[in-house]
């Protein structure tokens, strides 16, 4: 697939270039501003702000399960508290928001050539919003009763019941009312991106001449517009549930011995519309993932991507697939059993495309030139992680062994290698491998390998063994493991161990926030391209890029994102907007 | 070389540590081995790719590191290899999803000689209802729980009357008879869950539930909550205890039925108070029923 297109046949552009939007005043500029790259570092910022409380969180639930007994302030109840807060920040505040708030803003207009998103008002209205479903969250810390301790997945009838903490006090109220506010905020930023890769790309950039990442984002963010309303929907009929005491969830139920005025509600279908909106979910967060690193690698091994189209159409078949395999979450939920057949099924058939992606990130250090870099390690510690989460997404897929280890620590240590570990090393790998272009200034490099390998051994450390505990039968959202039969002495050890090394990873990402913090003044000049790769976002005239991204002219793509050491080029990558054919003499099968 | 080093010890080390460490499930105590079966079968394939997958990028990086004046070869795409990836890993899928499929349909599929026993669940404690004389459970609805009822059992149902009832303690269970479990809840979702019986259902308020099993060996098994049911959630344990049929045939004399329960209860004992039932409930589930489990 050589696809370069000689100067002259560029089309002209089909409409002229409208007049940004320009700041006048230092609020406008870098507080309400309407400019993609500033939105972009306020979405990030204020997800890693909240994902540092799902980090605490995370530590104050290890100290208990690790040293059970040991601190009293762990009641049952702030337990259940801390697991469901961390559950919901790291997936919808920390995840979604940073890959498509973040990256999204700042890549897309970039990589294809845009000066900006195509509506920067509602661009920047997103962002507050989100900002506004963050403060309503954190505000359930302070509320009577606490926050919500239902689990991140909320399941009525519980979540909205004394029993469970914030059930019936303000926790539950404010959780679902971020949530909506979220759903809102990320919509007005969907739309934008999704508009943006279709309508706002640059002359001669193709759809099959977009960066993976774009592709990844691009595919994700469609995803969301269309599994976030099935979540939106949900919780308002939970808050009605809840505040107006109206039965879409809520059965007959008998609560301390006191009939309830519920009648006639399902608690499944709630299930089945959280997963609807929540599988797409693990995708939402995945996707965006799969295209940075297929760029990370690609561009650090010096090597085109191999089988472009093929990872192209694997991220679209992902996509659509992820929508038929919701239920492989309620195996065990009591719905009907025949619908195992159907959702064990397609939920292995997407193991398929997911399999081609592995195989083409490693074929493509195949014969590579690998330059170690920071962004590299952490690629490659992505495919390590993401294997073995995705491997043992298998056993869960398949329903009749999801019998046992369904709701057990075997699920917590696959969902966390899998959504958790694997997504969060490519945010840090494009954090390193991004970070010169955004600040000018590269990250430092013995403390960006110090955080690496703490980061990446450590969480295998901490995750890989945690799957042999729910093998065992250790239940998961167990605030005390006290009594259990099943346990032995020594599976309490390895849970000690791996609270030790939850600790230590999350000491590590100390190092890497006083990295993020300190390189901005006094990391190495990093120049245009210190990278030397090909995607429009190199090539700008300044570093930063200013407003507008690409001065007085929008560049014009001649070829692909990934022409690395073409045969008969003096350099080893032609940037997409270098005209010329340098075509190699043999033409790939 | 250090990454090269470490991808091969991730693998060397995870293969090591599921052949050695001492943590693996428990023995076996129901016909489910199947499952354990299916499991195996994944673990093989699953450790294989793994395996393959990392100590290939292993030697990548070992073979292909940056030396200077050495370029990357340009390979956009490579169809048949691309092609034959596809089909091997279809054919490693369907050699997962073929056994467990198979599988499936035997738990789906109640023998129609398994005897039917009911598990009621609420915060947070367990009770069983077993069938009388006829064989027959009587019907229920959570509209019918009150204190002198606590699982909700239709007062006018004839074949209720001979029902045996377990109020908030061990069940029996006699060994090597199918067994299927109906599972209800009056409050809130909960999982019946017993490790070594490696089965497991939702208890959804407002519907019936179910899944079977044959216990395979005597013994006393600890009942878990599988799914989150508010903060008595870790304290939710049970005990079922598989017996000899002679065993089995002695406790169930012992036992109590509907009728006989809800008759003195008529002639005028007062309703506990809703505080009282919490108060008694979370000692239920803290007390007596741990520490026997336990020892």
Known sequence: ?589 | MAVVLVLVLIVVGSVLFHLLSPWWWTPIASNWDYIDNTIIISFWITGIVFAAVVLFMAYCVLRFRHREGIRAVYEPENKRLESWLMIVTAVGVTALLVPGLFVWSRFVTVPGDATEIEVVAQQWQWSFRLPGKDGKLGTSDTRDVTADNPLGVAPKDPNGQDDVLVEAADLHLPVGKPIKVLLRSIDVLHDFYIPEFRAKMDMIPGSVTYFWFTPTRTGTFQVLCAELCGQGHPLMHGVVVVDTEQDYLAWLGQQQTFAQLSAPQQSGSANQPPEKIIASNLGVAANSKLSRSAQ
Not at chain 1, 292 to 302: E, G, K, N, Q
């Open chain 1, 1 to 589: 697939m050589v696809d370069v297109t000689p100067a002259d046949a560029v089309p002209p552009a089909e409409v002229g270039e409208v007049e940004l939007y320009h700041p006048h005043s230092w609020w406008t500029k870098y507080v309400f501003s309407q400019d993609a790259k500033v939105i972009a570092v306020q979405y990030s910022a204020t997800a890693t702000a909240i994902g540092l409380v799902a980090l605490v969180l995370s530590w104050l639930m290890r100290l208990q399960l690790g040293f059970p007994g040991t601190f009293d302030f762990i009641t049952p109840e702030a337990y259940y508290q801390f697991i469901t807060m961390h559950g919901m920040i790291m997936v919808i505040y920390l995840l979604t928001a940073l890959f498509l708030g973040g990256f999204g803003n700042y890549l897309i207009p970039l990589m294809v050539g845009a000066r900006d998103m195509v509506f920067p008002y509602v661009n920047m209205l997103s962002y507050w919003v989100y900002l506004l479903a963050v403060l309503v969250l954190v505000s359930s810390f302070f509320a009577p009763g606490g926050p919500t301790g239902a689990g991140w997945t909320l399941y009525p009838p519980q979540a909205i019941m004394t029993g469970t903490p914030g059930g019936q006090d303000w926790g539950i109220i404010l959780m679902l009312s971020s949530l909506i506010l979220f759903i809102i905020g990320f919509t007005m930023g969907g739309l934008n991106y999704v508009v943006t890769v279709l309508q706002g790309r640059t002359r001669g950039m193709t759809l099959m001449r977009l960066p993976l990442t774009v592709w990844g984002i691009f595919t994700a963010t469609v995803m969301a517009l269309l599994a976030f309303p099935a979540l939106f929907v949900a919780c308002v009929m939970m808050l009605l549930d809840r505040a107006l005491g109206t039965s879409f969830f809520m059965p007959a139920i008998v609560e301390m011995g006191q009939q309830l005025q519920h009648n006639g509600g399902s608690p499944i279908l709630f299930q089945h519309l959280f997963w609807f909106f929540g599988h797409p979910e693990v995708y939402i967060v995945a996707l965006p993932a799969f295209g940075i690193v297929s760029d990370l690698i690609s561009t650090h091994a010096r090597k085109n991507i191999f089988g472009y189209r093929m990872m192209v159409w694997a991220i679209i078949a992902i996509g659509a697939l992820s929508f038929v395999v919701w239920a492989h979450h309620m195996y065990v939920s009591g719905m009907n059993p025949y619908f195992g057949f159907f959702f064990a099924t397609t939920t292995l058939i997407i193991a398929v495309p997911t399999a081609i992606k592995v195989y083409n990130w490693v074929l493509t250090l195949w014969r590579g030139d690998i330059h170690l870099t920071i962004p590299m390690l952490f690629a490659l510690a992505f495919i390590v992680t993401f294997v073995n989460g995705g491997l043992t997404g298998l056993f869960l897929g398949n329903v009749v062994v999801d019998v046992p280890l369904s709701d057990t620590m075997f699920v917590v240590a696959h969902f966390h290698m899998v959504m958790g570990v694997a997504p969060i090393l490519v945010i840090f790998g494009a954090i390193y491998h991004w970070y010169p272009k955004v600040t000018g200034r590269m990250l430092d490099e013995t403390l960006g390998r110090f955080h690496f390998w703490v980061t990446f051994v450590g969480a295998y450390l901490i995750f890989f063994p945690m799957h042999y505990l729910g093998l065992m039968g250790v239940p998961r959202r167990y605030a005390e493991l006290t009594d259990m039969t099943i346990m032995t002495e020594s599976a309490h050890h390895l849970n000690s161990f791996i609270s030790i090394m939850a600790f230590i990873v999350g000491f590590a990402q100390m190092v890497f926030l006083f990295n993020l913090i300190w390189s901005i003044r006094h990391g190495r000049e990093a120049g245009g391209n210190p990278w030397r790769a090909t995607t429009l976002e190199w090539q700008t005239p300044e570093t930063p890029p200013a407003h507008g991204n690409f001065g007085k002219e929008l560049p014009i793509v001649y070829r692909w994102a990934y022409d690395y050491s073409v045969p008969g080029a003096k350099e080893d990558f032609i940037p997409q907007n270098v005209p010329g054919d340098f075509a190699p003499s043999r033409e790939p099968a």
